[in-house]
């Protein structure tokens, strides 16, 4: 297809600039009543183009029209044979995916380390999953990929599961063997689904890992606005092969989806799908040199080391090359040699030297390098780096901050006695009656709640699961060190929600 086309986004600003009185929402009339502080900052033709959907503008959920020939562009852009634009970001792609695959009691088979939005997804559809435990480096204290072996057991002794899925790359760009795990799903003629909201520019660029369609994945969630050049929320669903309900997964996303979808939204998916299609590699050339250069650097500082396989001896052997790889656009700096914690590290080098990483860990800080990143970002994060090390290679962490570290460090928080046991599946726990407790309390109830550190948004606890004092320990030492924790009703952490009734 003629990648250089713009259907949706043409359409879009002729509507934008055609004279006529606006009797239809929203309510601001393309920025006429609009609040003049909003126009003074965003400019006024924003809002110009801010439609609904109007007969020329075609309909998500039924498009027959620029929508649908903007889907088909990506479709022929990413190696789909059909996708989706989402506007309630890979979150409602994810929870489609589950409900179009698994009806109330079915077996899907994921990692533990998988985002909240797929909680969501077994609440709603009442799936029940079965978690295999991701591989973990036990130095930084990270969750990987699942591995091959680890999912031929669980399909040994799940056979009637109706779905795998994994994640694509992890938050911190690892990638597990993909090609071999499609293959080996589809032995028990099942899709292979995966999140790869943070890998949308690999089939973009040959020095990047495979992406997962290209692999051999039946359906995959892609965020757009994290890696490309989309407007945060705007995600694409993909799909190839025979193996997913192209019908149910119609229906699943008008559940998911919101019946008011974003125009602005969508047009920045039709503009990013063409800037990456057809400027993609010299783009991404430009980001992985970027990205090796702030690497270098960082390397050369005493006391820092940047996440490679090299630098993570405890990494297990099935992560090393080939059958994994990392995203080199993906920068996570080991901090805990200086002394701090990447959530001090992480405020710092916001705070004093106005470099905002994505997230922190216990041990690292990670950093998004994407085409938007310019050569005086790289040394304004390594002249941070720098600087801090400076400030405190000779200063040792205070004990209320190092204990917990060293308590941890050689425990993996989903390979415990209690790890992946559920008590209750993660729709019945959610609806369950429920009562509040002090944290400590709540140890060995079930949960009726989600909990986790975002981000990543990777649920230490979901519904259903026994809270460990494992966990539980976990968790506030990461609200301590000034992690932030979300999804559950009291994010103090001072009381946890448990199903009444089950001790």
Known sequence: MNQNQTPLLDAIISNAKRPHASFYTPGHKQGKGI?????????????TADLT???EL??????EGVIQQAQQLAADAFGASQTWFLVNGSTSGIEAAILATCCDRDKIILPRNVHSSVISGLILSGAIPIFINPEYDTNLNTAHSITVESLSKALRQHPDAKAVMMVYPTYYGVCGDIKTIAGLTHKYNIPLIVDEAHGSHFAFHPQLPIDALSAGADLTVQSIHKTLGAITQASMLHVQGEKININRLNKSLQLTQSTSPSYLLLASLDAARHQIAIH??????????LSQKARNKINQIPGLSTLNHSLTPSLPHSLTPPTSSLDNTRLTAIVSELGITGFEAEEILDDKFNVTPEFASLKTVTFIISLGNTESDIELLVKAFETLAL????????LEFRKPLLEIKKRSLWNTPESNILHLSPRQAFFSSTETLPIHKAINRISAETVCPYPPGIPLL?????????????LLNVK????FISNCADTSLCTLKVVMGNC
């Open 35 to 47: 609040s003049s502080k909003l126009v003074n900052y965003f400019g006024k033709s924003i809002f």
């Open 53 to 55: 959907e109007l007969t």
């Open 58 to 63: 075609d309909c998500l959920f039924a498009p």
């Open 280 to 289: 993609g590699q010299e783009l991404l050339t430009q980001t992985l040199q």
């Open 391 to 398: 400030d405190f290679r000779n200063k040792t962490l205070a």
């Open 462 to 474: 979901i519904p259903g699961e026994k809270i460990s004092s494992t966990v539980v320990e976990h």
């Open 480 to 483: 301590a060190m000034g992690g």
